[in-house]
């Protein structure tokens, strides 16, 4: 038997917000080519290649809702709701290329300093923080609920963090000559993101590999499980997340059979989604009501 059949991901509920976030950040990609063009700024044309890195992160997780959006089907019973975390699996990747990006460029300009108008560089660098700023403020409400939010967030924060290198090396340049300004602060900004985005690859792969959600402690499960009246044992107790937002459980539960013959099956399973209901945040319960010894016959193949 289940109990909350809904399949609609977190991140659905955020879609708007992805799309602005895209449409401002292809807005100050095509402003910072333009002024790193102009001001013969190196850095200015790296941040604007980091944002068209982005912008395409942004566009995989807005096609990933499309996808995970799509109803179940009798081959795909989830959907293609794990097409979330795949986006989020592949922002991953992305952040780490920008990352490593970052610092051979930065190992590059070191040994050979790029000379550049400074006081334009500052200009567009500002246009890019202030654009980046909106961005962020409107993807953090969702990031806490989505890993497909959460890349996407953290790409936004890394083309933020840029914008500051890109206006402090500028600065400093413009003050003091000291172009070595300029791939200090790009390797201080590498060294920002990849633990971010460590941290997230590693929740995204605990979500592939069908590991039980950090919020959901399973021996407690257990425990309330245990606790309904007429419960003799659990096993086969599972609760792993279809994607964010969407955690499911499936367990076996050994009923005594004098209390499953006076309260029959249907009382038995109310009180077990009402009981998880009310302490945990899982979605989608699915429960074997069983007598006692018939796990030993659960190893046997079906003919």
Partial sequence: MGAGHSHRTAAGTHQWRLRCALA??????AAEIAGGLLAGSLALLADAGHMATDALGLAMS????????????ARRTYGLARAEILAALGNCLLL??????????????????????????????????AANAVSLALLLPGRRESLNLRGAFLEVLADALGS?????????????GWRAADP????????????????????????????????????EVRSHILAVEGVADVHDLHVW??????TV????????????????HERMLHDLQGCLGEHFDVRHCTFQLEPGGHAEHE???CL
Avoid: C, Q
């Fill in 24 to 29: 401002i950040t292809l807005a100050v990609t």
């Fill in 241 to 246: 997340t279809i994607t964010s937002g969407l």
């Fill in 62 to 73: 807005l096609l990933a809702i499309h996808v995970a959006g799509r109803p179940p089907s």
């Fill in 96 to 129: 780490f290329g920008v990352g490593g990006y970052i610092l051979v460029e930065a190992v590059r300009r070191f040994a050979s300093p790029v000379e550049t108008r400074s006081a334009l560089t500052m200009v567009f660098g500002a246009v890019g923080l």
């Fill in 184 to 219: 200090l602060a790009s390797l201080l900004i590498a060294l920002m993101i990849v633990p971010r985005t460590w941290k997230l690859l590693r929740e995204t792969v605990n979500v592939l590999l069908e590991a039980a959600p950090r919020d959901v402690d399973v021996a």
């Fill in 299 to 301: 190893s046997r193949p």
């Fill in 249 to 264: 459980l499936s367990a076996h539960v050994v009923v005594r059979p004098e209390v499953l013959g006076s309260v029959g």
């Fill in 164 to 176: 500051v290198a890109v206006i402090v090396s500028a600065a400093v340049v413009l003050v003091t």
